[in-house]
Nanobody, 130 residues
Framework: QVQLMESGGGSVQSGGSLTLSCAIS????????MGWFRQAPGKEREGVAA????????YYTDSVKGRFTISQGNAKNSINLQMNNLKPEDTAMYYC???????????????????????WGQGTQVTVSA
């Protein structure tokens, strides 16, 4: 059974930083797409950043490029999301998810289909105050 566990959310002021972590268990594949989505109240879930675990190719949505960095964690089958220069519009519940395929992207821009992802974490709240 695949399980994902997020950690690291919290509250910061605009311009601050947070790091999110996600650990996955139950996947035995060498390569899969593991990423972060977010959902703010009243809005659709959107992809933020993703990593293809075999090779470490990273992808981002345009609004976070230059501010967020996704990377493989020290623990096997884990990823981190370093979020710098946070803005109030980054406030949302952040979810870790995984799918046993390549990351759907155009260049370095991640373009996921939420419906492709069958494995999700419980979510961690990120709140950025002005």
């Amino acid at each position: 059974q695949v399980q994902l566990m997020e950690s690291g959310g919290g509250s910061v002021q605009s311009g601050g930083s947070l790091t999110l972590s996600c650990a996955i268990s139950g996947y035995n594949n060498n390569g899969y797409c593991m990423g972060w989505f977010r959902q703010a109240p009243g809005k659709e879930r959107e992809g933020v950043a993703a990593l293809y675990t075999s090779g470490g190719l990273a992808y981002y949505t345009d609004s976070v490029k230059g501010r967020f960095t996704i990377s493989q964690g020290n623990a096997k089958n884990s990823i981190n999301l370093q979020m710098n220069n946070l803005k109030p519009e980054d406030t949302a519940m952040y979810y870790c998810a995984a799918v046993l395929t390549y990351c759907r992207a155009y260049g370095t821009t991640w373009s996921p289909l939420v419906s492709d992802f069958g494995s999700w974490g419980q979510g961690t709240q990120v709140t950025v105050s002005a």
